[in-house]
């Protein structure tokens, strides 16, 4: 069997070809505003998290160290994708997609909801139950791949420290 033979970086599903499995990722992330395949032909591959307390070490004499404690200060996360040309052949809902390159609908998303634009804060669902808030202040793309026409991108976040 031939795939792709003639459209590259298109995208199609394969229905009772190969053995059923099943595919876990540490965590199953979820963005709101959402960032779909169905609507940005884009899928969230990584993300990096860091968070710090804000406290203040004094060294005293006789090796006293007092630690004062202010709460916790503001943390980034970066959020990585892979963003495809093409739908899946079979998609009825093909034509709803933001432009057609496979950059522009995720450059559309944050320009959409950058820090500058939107007033609250995007929300970020680790697994189940975490959940962070935070402002999109930058994102970067390149085209890893001109032949298949494949993109990744990522998002930066400023994160609010969790209650």
């Known amino acids: 069997m031939i795939l792709f033979a003639n459209r590259p970086g298109s995208v199609i599903a ?4 190969g053995a059923p499995a099943t595919i876990q990722s540490f965590a ?11 609507l940005h032909r884009s899928i969230i591959t990584s993300i990096a998290i860091s968070q ?10 006789g090796s006293m160290v007092y630690i004062y404690a202010f709460g916790d200060r503001i943390g980034t ?15 009825p809902d ?7 390159g496979s950059l522009e609908p995720m450059l559309a998303w944050f320009e959409q909801h950058k820090v500058n634009r939107r ?3 995007v929300r970020i669902t680790i697994g189940r139950q975490t959940t962070l808030e935070g ?19 990522s998002l930066e976040l400023a994160t609010l420290p969790q209650e």
């Open 119 to 121: 007033q609250r804060p």
């Open 28 to 38: 199953q992330v979820h963005v709101e505003p959402l960032i779909s395949y169905r």
């Open 52 to 61: 710090q307390a804000n406290a203040q070490f004094m060294h005293t004499l």
């Open 14 to 17: 394969l229905r009772g070809v």
């Open 135 to 153: 402002f999109v202040t930058a994102f970067t793309a390149q085209i890893t791949s001109a032949e298949n026409r494949l993109a990744e991108w």
């Open 94 to 100: 093909a034509e709803n997609v933001v432009g057609n």
């Open 77 to 91: 996360m970066k959020l990585g994708g892979l963003s495809f040309p093409e739908t899946c052949h079979d998609r």
